[in-house]
């Protein structure tokens, strides 16, 4: 069924919001401003989702997507737009979810950073195996729109184009492997997670050694920005001991806040932590690398010390801190005097914040989004919070 309705927000996740009989319709591929006609794709109880049919009146910022595969690849949403509206809508969601969920007063929360590119900037892409034979070299895609199955490409706008050669070729996965990760260096190396080996890259002219099986930011520009932000909030408390966790290779350690006089830096990957050694011992940094579980490290570190002016940085994966550990910074902590913590899903952060924020022990003094993530609906906050007097 062919609806025509007015597009008057934009949901998280790309979509178009809009009205069909009162009911709330998210449309993909709609701009706010819009009038569209748009083709029911699911009509649950509570909300419908549609897809645009043909546009009747045009936003301003509406442009033409430059990629062939936008219909069909699942990895970008804002293609349609001019960045300076994919910009606004960010801010604006950011804004809306940590005001709403977190009562946060506007004025803690910060314009959003923009990134140098807005194509060209992934340093390394996770692409997916388009057959279940093993018995042949796979063509590799990105999963549709769908979620599901996966689309061969022969190239992809938001990667590094030294990257392009991969799209280009054909590669035996293990038995048993459905992907692979590539990486690409400062001088155009490309490694892959299948292999052992150390690449470099450098960020605000500091070199950082990145192991292939490591997890590592995909977009070096908003990195620096991100880096000098934390760097700031660590100028301004002065801690005597900075706790990095999820440290990953030491990012924010080596980045902002090397002249701590204490460095604890914990991470579960070996891999990671191997490469943070490195990092450590080229600088004759002394740091204190632990490789272990965040969530079982800590808070047992933290007990047995009872640390004194201390600051502590955490950047979890995607699906945010274990509930225990968000518990854990929610008690009492006497000598904890800052937290920062840096995510990628505004849900799972404000979901964590909640219960760190819930006993009233801690203000958000600035939030600060960073656009890491162009043309897909992804935003990177950090947080900086101080203990109340």
């Keep these: 069924m062919n609806v025509e309705l007015k597009i008057e927000k934009t949901a998280f996740g790309g979509d178009g919001i809009g009205f069909v009989d009162g009911k709330t319709?998210?449309?993909?591929?709609?701009?706010?401003?819009?009038?569209?006609?748009?083709?029911?794709?699911?009509?649950?109880?509570?909300?419908?989702?549609?897809?645009?049919?043909?546009?009747?009146?045009?936003?301003?910022?509406?442009?033409?997507?430059?990629?062939?595969?936008?219909?069909v690849c699942g990895g970008c949403q804002y293609q349609h737009s001019a960045y300076e509206e994919e910009l606004r809508i960010k801010e604006s969601q950011t804004r809306e979810m940590l005001m709403r969920n977190l009562d946060l007063p506007e004025t803690v929360i910060k314009p959003i950073r923009r990134s140098s590119r807005d194509y060209g900037y992934r340093r390394s892409v996770t692409l997916h195996r388009t057959s279940s034979d093993n018995s042949r070299p796979q063509a590799l895609g990105f999963f549709a729109r769908d979620n599901q199955n996966v689309v061969a490409v022969d190239g992809c706008l938001l990667a590094d184009e030294r990257l392009s050669v991969l799209f280009k070729s054909k590669f035996k996965l293990k038995k048993g492997v459905d992907k692979v990760t590539f990486k690409v260096s400062e001088k155009g190396e490309i490694v892959s997670d299948q292999e052992e080996l150390f690449i470099r890259v450098?960020?605000?002219?500091?070199?950082?050694?990145?192991?292939?099986?490591?997890?590592?930011?995909?977009?070096?520009?908003?990195?620096?920005?991100?880096?000098?932000?934390?760097?700031?909030?660590?100028?301004?408390?002065?801690?005597d001991a900075f706790f990095d966790l999820f440290a990953g290779v030491g990012t924010f350690t080596f980045l902002s806040a090397k002249n701590t006089p204490r460095l604890v830096c914990i991470e579960e990957s070996m891999a990671a932590v191997q490469a943070l050694r490195m990092n450590a011992a080229e600088r004759g940094l002394k740091i204190e690398a632990i490789q272990g579980r965040v969530e079982k490290?800590?808070?047992?570190?933290?007990?047995?010390?009872?640390?004194?002016?201390?600051?502590?940085?955490?950047?979890p994966p995607r699906q945010g801190l274990e509930k225990g550990l968000a518990v854990f910074f929610s008690e009492p902590r006497p000598g904890l005097a800052a937290l920062i913590y840096i995510s990628?899903?505004?849900?799972?952060?404000?979901?964590?914040?909640?219960?760190?924020?819930?006993?009233?022990?801690?203000?958000?003094?600035?939030?600060?989004p960073f656009d890491m993530f162009p043309r897909t609906s992804h935003i990177e906050t950090a947080v900086f919070l101080r203990p109340l007097k």
């Design 344 to 368: 990628c899903d505004l849900a799972t952060l404000t979901r964590d914040l909640k219960i760190i924020l819930e006993k009233g022990r801690y203000e958000v003094v600035e939030a600060a």
């Design 297 to 315: 490290v800590f808070p047992a570190m933290w007990t047995k010390e009872n640390p004194q002016k201390a600051m502590v940085c955490m950047d």
């Design 202 to 239: 450098h960020l605000c002219g500091e070199p950082l050694l990145v192991h292939s099986k490591g997890f590592f930011q995909n977009n070096l520009f908003v990195t620096e920005l991100l880096a000098r932000q934390a760097g700031e909030w660590v100028r301004q408390v002065a801690p």
């Design 25 to 71: 319709c998210f449309v993909e591929g709609a701009l706010p401003g819009e009038l569209v006609i748009a083709r029911i794709i699911q009509d649950k109880k509570s909300f419908l989702k549609a897809k645009t049919v043909k546009v009747v009146e045009f936003s301003s910022f509406r442009v033409e997507p430059p990629c062939r595969y936008v219909n």
